[in-house]
């Protein structure tokens, strides 16, 4: 099977488990299957960075983030996000006290800056799935996002000639960041115009704003893998690589723009 048919094979089983999980998970449920989703990609940042006593890290993430399964409505944000930064500083200081390097260092500020833009996905997500519309606008949102990742990959491929950012994706070309922009832009404000009566101009805005930040979360995970010298996150999706590698353009660009539309309702 060649790599493309993988991706595709992929790619569906990854999108029905998507509908079934947006669509007919809710409250405790949504939740819980959110959380495992972010605790197997920071499980998977772990092992890519190899970071020492990484079962310490988990676990001073899981007791704040845990909160959000039951009581995401009244524990703060700032709770679950300053809880590790603090103790994963600590931790380090104290398991890296006598052989500490900069790379050391650089690879344990590579994981912790992951893992916040990771609860705050999972953040937004909680928050946004909850409110009336929240569904059909992140569903949007992933769509978007996915159909511009699918129209770079095949616009670059077959009309790609200037790279977009040769020293951390060489294969990335401007042809292809054109047409996943127009594509992944064209289809998340159709649906957001289709599904929630949005205005056109609120929902182009959006879409764009969508597409070009899930760009630069695409390249931002690319320069990690270069910097700590892998090609994949990991192994678990074949013709994709890890979950990391399916989440990356997610990361930044979901929060910001759920949490803009949330400002603008």
Same mark, same amino acid.
């Given at each position: 099977?060649?790599? #493309?048919?993988?991706?595709?094979?992929?790619?569906?089983?990854?999108?029905?488990?998507?509908?079934?999980?947006?669509?007919?998970?809710?409250?405790?449920?949504?939740?819980?299957?959110?959380? $495992?989703?972010?605790?197997?990609?920071?499980?998977?940042?772990?092992?890519?960075?190899?970071?020492?006593?990484?079962?310490?890290?988990?676990?001073?993430?899981?007791?704040?983030?845990?909160?959000?399964?039951?009581?995401?409505?009244?524990?703060?944000?700032?709770?679950?996000?300053?809880?590790?930064?603090?103790?994963?500083?600590?931790?380090?200081?104290?398991?890296?006290?006598?052989?500490?390097?900069?790379?050391?260092?650089?690879?344990?500020?590579?994981?912790?800056?992951?893992?916040?833009? *990771?609860?705050?996905?999972?953040?937004? *997500?909680?928050?946004?799935?909850?409110?009336?519309?929240?569904?059909?606008?992140?569903?949007?949102?992933?769509?978007?996002?996915?159909?511009?990742?699918?129209?770079?990959?095949?616009?670059?491929?077959?009309?790609?000639?200037?790279?977009?950012?040769?020293?951390?994706?060489?294969?990335?070309?401007?042809?292809?960041?054109?047409?996943? #922009?127009?594509?992944?832009?064209?289809?998340?404000?159709?649906?957001?115009?289709?599904?929630?009566?949005?205005?056109?101009?609120?929902?182009?805005? *959006? $879409?764009?704003?969508?597409?070009?930040?899930?760009?630069?979360?695409? #390249?931002?995970?690319?320069?990690?893998?270069?910097?700590?010298?892998?090609?994949?996150?990991?192994?678990?999706?074949?013709?994709?690589?890890?979950?990391?590698?399916?989440?990356?353009?997610?990361?930044?660009?979901?929060?910001?723009?759920?949490?803009?539309?949330?400002?603008?309702?």
């Amino acid at each position: 099977m060649n790599e #493309l048919s993988k991706r595709i094979i992929t790619a569906l089983i990854l999108a029905s488990g998507a509908v079934y999980w947006m669509f007919y998970t809710q409250g405790m449920l949504f939740n819980f299957l959110t959380l $495992a989703i972010g605790f197997v990609a920071v499980i998977e940042l772990f092992a890519m960075v190899r970071l020492p006593v990484a079962v310490l890290y988990i676990v001073t993430l899981a007791i704040p983030s845990i909160f959000w399964v039951w009581s995401e409505a009244t524990i703060p944000v700032l709770f679950p996000l300053l809880v590790p930064i603090v103790f994963w500083m600590m931790i380090y200081v104290i398991t890296m006290r006598l052989t500490s390097t900069a790379e050391a260092f650089s690879r344990f500020a590579y994981a912790q800056w992951m893992t916040v833009l *990771l609860m705050l996905f999972c953040y937004s *997500l909680i928050t946004v799935h909850r409110v009336e519309g929240g569904v059909l606008f992140l569903a949007g949102a992933f769509l978007g996002v996915w159909a511009s990742d699918i129209g770079a990959y095949f616009v670059g491929r077959k009309m790609g000639k200037s790279k977009l950012c040769p020293a951390i994706s060489p294969g990335k070309s401007i042809e292809g960041f054109l047409g996943g #922009l127009i594509l992944g832009t064209s289809i998340a404000a159709v649906f957001w115009i289709q599904t929630l009566a949005m205005s056109m101009m609120m929902a182009i805005s *959006l $879409a764009l704003l969508l597409v070009m930040i899930s760009v630069a979360g695409d #390249l931002g995970e690319s320069a990690l893998k270069r910097a700590v010298g892998v090609k994949d996150s990991g192994k678990i999706l074949p013709g994709h690589g890890g979950i990391l590698d399916r989440m990356d353009a997610l990361l930044p660009s979901v929060p910001v723009v759920a949490m803009l539309w949330l400002l603008l309702q």
